[in-house]
């Protein structure tokens, strides 16, 4: 948890406020709504995922073959929301499973990006092999400039440093592909057993993370890094992740659990 986050937080120091201002409100809100309403707003959830890949998808094919932009992205966004509607079971077992997958992944990958090096150079200053969560803000700028093309913006940084990752990790990629195959199969056996329980953890994972996301955004906004602030207590936010994750199962529960209005007012005419 912590690896993810204070990458984010090192590729937006140099965010103007007005973005880091957007990105944290629709985070925070969109979080809160996977969080605490995940599984009684399924179905909208659903259709707005369909809408934003169809939306995507579209942007993709109007550069393919010159077609209007918008016009393309608003008939990919409809026909998609409408498949995704229909589709819904299908589609939420495939999410489940690759929540779950990608949950295994990001664990066992951020086991061994906090870890120490394997082998160092003789000769060589040991604080290039500093981990990147141990170093210091200052230094992890420099990190991020130094494998990064100059003049290069967000996304070519955001490039650059998964690159990076993906290079450290290479040594694990046969561990790390068994941790998501593991993690995938394990949601989809937990799905047939218990879908309900399943279904509100996937959704108050991600709106966790989600949520975290938008607070660390609103905070660096404000002038304050949470994760350069926490660096000495890192397992803190894991700690506050897991608790929010089980807060947020719960609650869905109680809420799926509850009769609707309809159900009350048909028993009351009873």
């Known amino acids: 948890m912590?690896?993810?986050?204070?990458?984010?937080?090192?590729l937006c120091l140099e965010a103007q406020p007005l973005v880091l201002l957007g990105v944290g409100v629709v985070m925070t809100v969109l979080g809160l709504l996977l969080w605490l309403g995940g599984?009684?707003?399924s179905s909208i959830i659903i259709g707005l995922l369909g809408a934003s890949v169809g939306a995507f998808c579209g942007l993709l094919v109007s550069?393919?073959?010159d077609l209007n932009a918008l016009l393309s992205m608003i008939i990919g966004a409809a026909v998609l929301c409408i498949a995704a509607v229909i589709f819904r079971n299908v589609i939420?077992?495939?999410l489940a499973a690759m929540v779950f997958a990608l949950a295994a992944g990001?664990?066992?990958?951020?086991?061994?990006?906090?870890?120490p090096p394997q082998q160092q150079d003789a000769g060589v200053n040991t604080v290039q092999f500093n981990s990147f969560s141990q170093m210091d803000p200052t230094m992890r700028r420099a990190y991020v400039e130094g494998i990064a093309e100059e003049d290069a913006g967000f996304f070519?940084?955001?490039k650059a440093l998964l690159g990076d990752?993906?290079?450290i990790m290479s040594p694990h990629k046969w561990k790390l592909l068994l941790s998501v195959l593991l993690g995938g199969i394990g949601g989809l056996l937990l799905f047939r057993l218990i879908k309900k329980l399943v279904l509100a953890l996937c959704y108050s994972g991600v709106g966790a993370l989600l949520l975290l996301i938008g607070v660390e955004s609103l905070l660096m906004m404000a002038g304050f890094q949470m994760c350069s602030a926490l660096q000495e207590h890192r397992h803190v936010l894991t700690v506050v992740f897991f608790s929010m994750v089980v807060v947020g199962t719960i609650f869905q529960l109680m809420v799926k659990r509850s009769p609707k209005p309809s159900e009350v007012k048909a028993d009351e005419q009873k």
């Open 39 to 41: 599984s009684y707003f």
């Open 63 to 65: 550069q393919w073959v």
């Open 2 to 10: 912590y690896e993810l986050l204070i990458r984010i937080e090192t």
């Open 92 to 94: 939420i077992i495939v």
């Open 106 to 115: 990001t664990a066992y990958s951020g086991m061994v990006l906090s870890g």
């Open 165 to 167: 990752a993906l290079n």
């Open 156 to 158: 070519e940084r955001l």
